[in-house]
């Protein structure tokens, strides 16, 4: 997992989307890739593609830890057997719930704050 700026740093150089970016990533040899935009969610890449997964909109009150109650959510998820993609979903709700809050771990919300909406 990156963000889009470490992302295109590694690649020496910024690619036209963060989906290509991604699958410039795989396609240099890792199995998958996370790469974080900050309140535009995040785009997965593994063997069988790219994909964007929005963020839920959210009024920001304090971004300190949003990254963080991501990146927790997401191995949460994967732990449990989710997909990278189904991971990611859950964990953007994740983040996008942290920065409604003032703080860090104060902010982050249990997995009871996060039930999976309808159809997931």
Request: hydrophobic share 40%; aromatic share 4%.
């Amino acid at each position: 997992m990156v963000n889009e700026h470490e992302a295109a740093y590694l690649l020496g150089g910024a690619r036209e989307s963060a989906a290509e970016t991604a699958a410039a990533l795989v396609r240099s040899g890792a199995r998958s890739v996370v790469v974080t935009l900050g309140a535009e969610g995040v785009v997965v890449a593994d063997g069988e593609g790219a994909s964007a997964v929005p963020s839920p909109k959210a009024e920001a009150v304090d971004t300190t830890g949003a990254g963080d109650a991501f990146t927790a959510a997401l191995c949460l998820r994967l732990a449990r057997g989710d997909s990278l993609r189904d991971a990611a979903r859950y964990a953007t709700r994740a983040g996008a719930a942290a920065v409604r809050k003032k703080g860090a771990q104060s902010s982050y919300p249990t997995p009871d704050e996060l039930p999976d909406p309808p159809g997931e």
